[in-house]
Nanobody
Framework: QVQLVESGGGLVQAGGSLRLSCAAS????????MGWFRQAPGKEREFVAA????????IYADSVKGRFTIFRDNVKNTAYLQMNSLKPDDTAVYYC???????????????WGQGTQVTVSS
């Protein structure tokens, strides 16, 4: 129904920046709020950031607040995660997520991307 494809991951030095993209295709009109989650090896998947359908409301995990910014371009059907001041603890596979709820939320919706690896060296 909805396909999400992440891109922009890679290897960066601590303190560096990276921008992740999530391109949505298919039945995109059924998706409203979008978000990002991440999972480090051997760890549980955790919430990172979310954005409302309109883009006017965002929420962030405490661990990334002030460093990461989520935004979206509904014309391009793309969500982004700007990651600044990266640190080694940010190393994880980052997953894009979408659901039908219009409000930003920490809970995940039914649509997931394949994930993109972010590695931050010390």
């Amino acid at each position: 129904q909805v396909q999400l494809v992440e891109s922009g991951g890679g290897l960066v030095q601590a303190g560096g920046s990276l921008r992740l993209s999530c391109a949505a295709s298919g039945r995109t009109f059924s998706t409203n709020a979008m978000g990002w989650f991440r999972q480090a090896p051997g760890k549980e998947r955790e919430f990172v950031a979310a954005i409302s359908w309109s883009g006017s409301s965002t929420i962030y995990a405490d661990s990334v607040k002030g460093r990461f910014t989520i935004f979206r371009d509904n014309v391009k059907n793309t969500a982004y995660l700007q990651m600044n001041s990266l640190k080694p603890d940010d190393t994880a596979v980052y997953y894009c997520n979408a659901h039908a709820l219009s409000r930003a939320t920490m809970t995940s919706g039914p649509y997931w991307g394949q994930g993109t690896q972010v590695t931050v060296s010390s």
